[in-house]
């Protein structure tokens, strides 16, 4: 530490540290398992100057040990490699030899939870659709361990992708014999893994680290690997494009592509973050952008026409005529990528035509007909606001039931927003069901209020927070969101803000996390201009995680919206909503005081989350 830092705790008594236990979960209901109280190393003896370096130190180690050692017999499965692993992050500088240790625990633990599927089969019994994209998503908690060692050791990762591999292979071996083909989702776990801790490296800023890890699955096509490199090129086009160009020479080269293979490649260029491929029997699958659509790839004349010299010599390869599926997959792709190849390849589009046309004339089968959304998603532009309107009374001049005609205004009203069009709240409106009316209408204004706060308009903003059909917590967000913009300029106005927030989270009902997770967006606000605020606020924030078991310190609140095709996420949530930053700037500002409000937290994860932020604080 610096002089300046030493001077800072100088003044905190160390009697403290003797008193301190990890809490135990045994403050948690009595009908949970309870964890047998862990107490961190004895403090030394304080000297007249203050603690010294070396001892804040010891502490710090043994507390974080201390919290792993409890961690194991936390009675949710699923928090125990969670904490280990975030455990041994906090602990790696200080103490390399005892993180190891905690990162094979942390594995240990996340293989048993991985195994029970706990990621999975949540207290909401969700539905079946719902728990298999859960499991698509190979984010279990194998995935947030690697995640965390990946940014460690690439030495120490590599053992663990090493095991994940090991385990394909036999898995691979044992089903060989009824294995799907790979569509390009369905890929080996190890696979999907590594790209999927590469691109939480990408997002971390280590871009030669990320790109190190993903080298070696960057060889065949698939949703991960050119989901890694439409991130990757965000941060450093040229290696993407070069990575890019291996894949496409590999897929010229491999036997086994086929027109989805296409499909995939040109996502990287034509549209980032929505991959498509299509079914046999005539369905899809495809990805969407998690934020707004990303623009076509500006790439050199050589390498774009290179996709499409690769793109040429596949689809134009012969299909078996009694091979119904693959026909219909290749009329499909074709369908979709025909605009592209008239206005970057046109002699090769006349060739496409044509085996098209034949294709059509050998079958009177056209699942996806070229009415699909599917089909023109992100090649051809989007209708404009008055297209989406002729269309809508088209539809609903067609409609039997008060339901379809509220389906059709419901998505006319998301296609209107979409292009940030204000007639989208009139749409919303004509919907006849009061329940799915009041929804639509709230997550619309949700929405134009955030389009604000990404322009920075605050005054605009904070009009549309007031005058908009919100909920609680959706005016309470956008208050604190404002309010973080204008700190700097308007001090007095963001406080008032923040209060008025406040007063939204107060008229929240019902025992959510929503409270909680508010209050300490309003807490990491003030903390830097009203300190003594900002502890008042914290105690409220302890009360309300106290009241609600789901609230783990990492949480956030999920409005869906449907869109055309799919369905959009809003947010509230991420850094600046964060229990772990607000106590590390807690325990900076007064430590002693810091882990008095850790220990009356009564739940595992929100405790687990300020002792380590506390820790880390201290070790930083």
Known sequence: MTKQRRLSWSALPLSFLLALPVPASGQSPPQKKTSPPVTAKPAPKVNETGPTDTELLAFAVSLVIALATEARSYSDVSLRPRVIARAADVLWDADNVNARALFKRAWEEAEKGDADEVTIKTKDNPPAMVTALRRMSGRDLRFEVLNIIAKRDRALSEEYFAKLKSENDSSTKETKNTAEPNDGWNVPEAVSKRLQVASALLKDGQIDRALEFAAPVLTQTSVHTIGFLVELRKKNAAAADRAFLTLLN????????????????????????????????????????????????????????????????ILLRPLPPSDVGARTIKSSVIKRLLPLFEQHAPDTATALRTQLQQMASNSSMDPMGMNNPLLTQGITPEPSADDVLDQMQNRIDRAKTPRERDQIYASTASALLSQGDERARDIADKIEDVERRTQIRQLIDFEFVQR???????????????????????????????????????????????????????????????RALLLVGIANQLIGVDRVRAW???????????????????????????????????????DNYSLTNVFRALAKDDLYRAVDLAKTFKYDSPRATVTLAIASTILQ
């Open 250 to 313: 590999r897929a010229e080269a491999d036997p086994g592509s086929d027109p989805n293979t296409v499909s995939g490649l040109s996502s990287y260029i034509f549209t980032p973050g929505l991959y498509i491929t299509f079914k046999p029997e005539g369905g899809s699958t495809w990805s969407q952008p998690d934020e707004s659509p990303v623009p076509p790839a500006d790439l050199t004349p050589a390498l774009r026409n290179r996709f499409f010299q690769v793109a040429t010599s």
């Open 452 to 514: 604000a706060i990404r322009k920075k308009a605050t005054a605009e903003a904070v009009r549309l927070a007031q005058t908009g059909k919100l909920t609680n917590t959706q005016r309470a967000s956008a208050y604190i969101d404002v309010a973080r913009l204008l700190l700097k300029t308007d001090r007095e106005g963001a406080l008032q803000l923040l209060e008025d927030a406040v007063r939204e989270v107060n008229r929240i009902e019902g025992n959510k996390p929503d």
């Open 536 to 574: 008042e606020i914290m105690g409220e924030v302890v009360k309300e995680a106290n009241r609600f078991e789901g609230f783990t310190g990492q949480h956030q609140v999920t409005f869906p919206l449907m869109t055309r095709t799919a369905v959009k996420f809003l947010h509230i949530g991420g």
